[in-house]
């Protein structure tokens, strides 16, 4: 009633008044300090007429015992102490220091509970009502954080009376949520729980929730009228043998059976000169023995007796159990789980396009790493064990980039052609000082390369330190796209995915279009047949290198956008590169695109069954695909014939 | 000695001179240790130099799959690693077993053995969240089970992906790739907190010998070290006996040239996974050996960045020869510990000081470069052309 | 049924749609010298790479030997056990070992991995060897590494490590590839000596060296027999000379 009251006072109050608050709070201070509920309601209108943050801040303060007066003059105000001795008191209007006073001085005043519910929605109703917007939705926000019974009417008086649509959307939400918990009407709460069968948000399923939340008893005890969920048998997962047993004692049905620790506990109690119940102490390290002595005990009236042929499960047998909810309307417990089999329906779709995605989004992570690999191991069969390093020199040439250009996105946009030339250098370099003396020694290279990647790796531990260092997306990049509550994907993995589909097409577009790629593709196949038609292989393989390790540094840039830049960064993605080029069949672009997915996608769908540890996930990967090779040992993709060499 | 071994040394006297020199060397880090000796080695040096003679066994092992059979393994610390995990697992069982026993015998009642085992359950995986035992230690209390299990577990490890990955002739570098892959897929496995094995904690308190509280450790790490010179004594004559055999000849015949060994009616495949479980076996008992002087064993431990090191070992040392292998590993893990250990002194460079912690990774990757392009054939190499230079 | 040591029946072999071998049929006799001529890329040697188990064909069958067995059921190793020899166009011997050790390694005796391990070089062994040696003509250089001979040398010890397994038809791929003509005519020898005890198969390039070997001759082109019969009827048959000299 006296919300209904005070909301429109509010309204008629309004426009009429135009005094200070000062003046307000003067007027009514006997009131104020009485506080009694019946008179408040006028004072709280006229206060809130007043409109500014002073008013509002006032309110605040009564309802939580902040406001203070002088005894002398009557004055009412808020108080600062430091040290319990002397209090500051604070002007209500100006925030200005009045005077220090000591406590003896001053009285507090006590508004009661009543009063402070009052108030309390008073000041809901003045915040979603407030012709500013942000005060509005802070005040919505805080309602749902929240709720209580008492908002339900002043939120649906300020639902009515919003004009912004998009507060309107909130406000409506949150009026469904209150509603569902706080209203009296049955009919109201089925209604606004089957709004809620679309909404995919956590909150709605934890509105939802909490409404079929059931307690397990006994069948005999369970009362006439109330709603029952079903029954439940014992040695399931919602009641175990136990749990069912605890309810049988609860309800006096059975005798208590002792734990081994409560066995122990009664059998030291009772040793008398080493032994216990004519047995001997030493023969205790035998549970049989333990409970022969323990029932002996029992018969001789020191303990209770049990039975310990029956085990919990027999005894629990002879015996119904019923969940009952807790929420007494069957109607809406029924048309909760109705609302809330749909929406878990909808989210496990949800879910699974999400987990689709993000296996794209894995797949397109693994084929950059692996695309440049693909042409050094793939096209020239030389084993790159430095891939990894490179990956990592391209994310710090990110990181040193963003310390100079503290602009995000131009130092991105440097970041990338400067990856690509500091690590086509180093693979030039590689190719020609120590993998060119190698090409009739494919296990050697794999050796000499990892000396230069171990040696790599520890530069860039002495140089940069072992710490992670960041390497930051611009602002255009943060955030998600978001297409539903569960489904959603940031934009960093979305410009993973483009920039790793950029790639392929570039790189198809050179290895099938151009005069580089033509001749790749000669000496890949017959370097000495290549040689006589006046293609210099050395410097072709010098190029291809090149590229190949060049890809590998702007794949560090991508890569170190969304994980932490280290040493070892490269190092945690060489084994999944070269398993996605030989997973996908090696000297293929497209096998590699197809490794890459694979992988992604398996490794996605291992996680999906057992979420909590992506160790597992990349275990049972391997695993898989060593015995995927066993059946296709050439890969996905697989050049045929004699081509395809020893 | 029986007749044909004598032959055999006699024939071969670079065997003799191995075994004496092992010989020569265990008894001088005996005289000079502290507990049985002079005690100018103090008992870490002993633990560093028995581990040492650990690396070198499974070096050898190393030098045999590879330097002989060609097969450029990235496993075979993996499978040094079980063997140390299957003897950590009866070390930590045992000896928690004795501490818990004893402390339950505090108690008024005499424990049970059901106590006693929740006791031990709860000492042991409490740090990895768990009380119960899993099913992988049943036989944890049991030496001998475990022992043989150091031999049979990466026996059989080796075995099933030797036959997968032979039986579908995957060869040089795939191979290789594969390898490290199982390494990995092992190394993220144990990793796990519900692997049954500690998870990153790993396996610890393994240099202290249940029920042998009272020998001190300057003794236990004696016993250790000959018993590691013997294994690899034992190690070097089996493999030499192996290469020197007809079998020595097929298998270097598979490195060289697999297809005509298999025209010719022999199984290439039988004779690759013979190789690959033999040497796993032996990793795996070398592995046995090193962790209780470690004292601790840790999944990082058999990541497959250690096997590569294993192959870096070989490679400086000299493939193809047995003693190469050996020196190999005894040269590069000493002078790796000495350098990161932070013995070495730093070079002031006015400008800059190297810190031989941090640049001697970089140096010793550069200069397996060189070695791999320069020297293909490593230290042995050497070894092969003063020998040669003698005989001219 | 046909007598015939070897029975190819109906092979076809395509690769990525390239017939390599295209329903051949033809037998090897007991104790034949056979020579296979061609052009290039005729499929002589996806024939031996199919006989030896090196690679299956799509349709047909290999009978071999009296208990008439598919060879295609079986792996390489199982062919060559069961008496099959190969030599490759490029000599293939293990240049890390002795020329004593490379025939020692190819003598018929139990192949599995302990018996080998175990086995050791007996007095009889020994004898095979050195007379085996006698025979190629490497008796001088039997304790010599394989890689420090010369190429003929190479293909010599290479035959001589066929002949210690003692195959019942031995398969050989261009032997005379870069030999010098004494070379040549030590070889031509070496085969029909080889050629008494057992069946031999000869695929060759050279035609005087084929018309030396003095045996009966098969021509094949694009994966089927164009011709059969001895070197000069053969080489007066029309179609050959059109496939050798191109229409």
Known sequence: MYRLLLVLCFFFAHPIFAQSLTEIVEKHQPNILKGSVKTAAPIIADIQAVGTEAATEFLTNWQDKALWFIKETGQIVSVVTDDKKTYQLIDIETGTLVTELAKKDIKQIKPNSGLRKMLGSALVTGKLLSPQKEIRLAGVDALIRDPKASHLDPLRVALEAEADIELKGIMDRAERQLTIQFDDLEVARVAAIESFSNDLSVEARGTLNPLLSNKIMLADLVPEDANIKGPITPGSEALTYEDAFDLLVAAEKATPVPTNAEIASILEANIENDTIAGFALADMSDADTRIKAYLALADAGKALAFDPNATIADLVADHEFIAVYVETSKAVTDAASNALDQINAKVGFSRFIDLALDGVSLASIYFLAAIGLAITFGVMRVINMAHGEFIMMGAYTGFVVQQIIPNYTVSIILAVPLAFAVTFAAGVAMERLVIRHLYHRPLETLLATFGISIALQQIAKNIFGTQARPLTAPGWLDGSLVINEVIQISWIRIAIFVLSLLFLLLLLFILNKTRLGLETRAVTQNPRMAASMGINPDRINMLTFGLGSGIAGIAGVAIGLYAKVTSELGADYIVQSFMTVVVGGVGNIWGTLAGATMIGFLQKGIEWFNPSNTLAAQTYMIIFIIIFIQFRPRGIIALKGRAAGD | MTGPLTKFLLKYPSVLIFLGFLSLFTIFVTIGSEALGYGFISTSMVKILGKTLCFCLVAIAMDLVWGYCGILSLGHFAFFGLGGYMIGMWLMYARTEIIVTEALAQAALPPTPDEISAAVGTQIFGVVGGSEIPAIWSFAHLFWVQIAFVVLVPALLAFVFGWLAFRSRVTGVYLSILTQAMTLALALYLFQNDSGLRGNNGLSGLQNLPGLDDVDQSVISIWFFIASAFALGFGYLIVKLIVESRLGNVIEGIRDDEARVRFLGYNVEAYKLFIFVLTAIIAGIAGALYYPQAGIINPAEVAPIASIYLAVWVAIGGRGRIYGAVIGAAFVSLVSTYFTGGQAPDIPLGFATIKWVDWWTVLLGLSFVIVTLFAPKGIGGLVDLIAREKTK | ?247
């Open chain 3, 1 to 247: 049924m046909t007598g015939a040591l070897l029975e190819v029946d109906n092979i076809s072999v395509s690769f990525d749609g390239f017939k390599a071998i295209n329903a051949l049929s033809f037998n090897v006799f007991e104790g034949e010298l056979r020579a296979i001529i061609g052009p290039n890329g005729a499929g002589k040697t996806t024939f031996m790479d199919i006989v030896t188990g090196k690679t299956k064909p799509d349709t047909g069958k290999i009978m071999w030997g009296e208990k008439n067995e598919n060879l295609l059921r079986f792996s390489e190793a199982q062919i060559a056990r069961r008496g099959i020899g190969r030599k490759f166009q490029k000599p293939t011997v293990f240049e890390d070992q002795s020329v004593f050790d490379n025939l020692a390694m190819s003598l018929k005796d139990d192949r599995s991995p302990f018996a080998v391990l175990f086995n050791r070089i007996t007095k009889d062994a020994q004898k095979r060897i050195e007379a085996l040696a006698i025979e190629i003509g490497l008796a001088d250089q039997i304790t010599r590494l394989a890689g420090e001979l010369s190429h003929g040398q190479k293909q010599w010890l290479e035959i001589g490590m066929l002949l210690a397994q003692e195959p019942r038809l031995l398969l050989v791929d261009e032997p005379a590839a870069g030999m010098t003509l004494e070379e040549r005519n030590r070889t031509v020898k070496l085969l029909r000596e080889a050629a008494k005890t057992r069946a031999v198969v000869v695929v060759e390039h050279d035609m005087d060296f084929v018309r030396n070997l003095d045996c009966k001759v098969t021509v094949l082109h694009e994966g089927a027999v164009l011709a059969e019969g001895s070197i000069d009827h053969v080489t007066q048959n029309k179609d050959v000379i059109d496939v050798y000299l191109g229409r």
